[in-house]
T-cell receptor, first 115, second 112 residues
Framework: EPEVTQTPSHQVTQMGQEVILRCVPI?????FYWYRQILGQKVEFLVS????????KSEIFDDQFSVERPDGSNFTLKIRSTKLEDSAMYFC?????????????FGPGTRLTVL | GEDVEQSLFLSVREGDSSVINCTYT??????LYWYKQEPGAGLQLLTY?????DMKQDQRLTVLLNKKDKHLSLRIADTQTGDSAIYFC????????????FGKGTRLSVIA
């Protein structure tokens, strides 16, 4: 069964460093999302992406964040200068164009630890 | 903004029924979902219900929706140890390409 994959599973970085989190969505999906979950908190929406552009973003998704679909398979989230409060589990999701009930398929997540 | 609340923990004995509850605030919610997260895995969609339905049954799972009270529940019949996981309630307010709004998740522990 097709699935969303994410790499790495765990990333440790120093405050102020740039990180890139990678996702490979399901191959025929057209909508892509990033969510994050700070330990003990809710899963929060960051950004959605369709047709090579951001379609919606939350207040969390400030100028330090960017997303890109550099080729036909990868979908990346870049954090330019990480802060301690960026430590969280980051989930990528994708959705087929034909999903009438907005079914989003999630990857296993990348745990980001900022020291 | 929209908010989704769930209790954090539930413990049941194997073979009993589990009921996980969720409340939401946005009356314009179109779809409500239950996701399951097992250790080391992503969020897996278990089931969803459209806002004009009161109930949906799928094998051992029963979803009840009370729109008036904005209350959603997931009942798992004959709970098994393999059902131990975190269960997330989520909603989306319109169809199409919209973000999901999640609760914090309920950790279900099944005691053998």
């Amino acid at each position: 069964e097709p699935e969303v994959t994410q790499t790495p599973s765990h990333q440790v970085t120093q405050m102020g460093q740039e990180v890139i989190l990678r996702c490979v969505p399901i191959s025929n999906h057209l909508y892509f999302y990033w969510y994050r979950q700070i330990l003990g908190q809710k899963v929060e929406f960051l950004v959605s992406f369709y047709n090579n552009e951001i379609s919606e973003k939350s207040e969390i998704f400030d100028d330090q964040f960017s997303v890109e679909r550099p080729d036909g398979s990868n979908f990346t989230l870049k954090i330019r200068s990480t802060k301690l409060e960026d430590s969280a589990m980051y989930f990528c999701a994708s959705r087929a164009r034909t999903s009438g009930h907005n079914e989003q398929f999630f990857g296993p997540g990348t745990r980001l630890t900022v020291l | 903004g929209e908010d989704v609340e769930q209790s954090l923990f539930l413990s049941v004995r194997e073979g009993d029924s589990s009921v996980i509850n969720c409340t939401y605030t946005d009356s314009s919610s179109t779809y409500l979902y239950w996701y399951k997260q097992e250790p080391g895995a992503g969020l897996q969609l278990l089931t969803y219900i459209f806002s004009n339905m009161d109930m949906k049954q799928d094998q051992r799972l029963t979803v009840l929706l009370n729109k008036k009270d904005k209350h959603l529940s997931l009942r798992i019949a004959d709970t098994q140890t393999g059902d131990s996981a975190i269960y997330f309630c989520a909603e989306s307010t319109r169809s199409g390409n919209t973000p999901l709004v999640f609760g914090k998740g309920t950790r279900l522990s099944v005691i053998a």
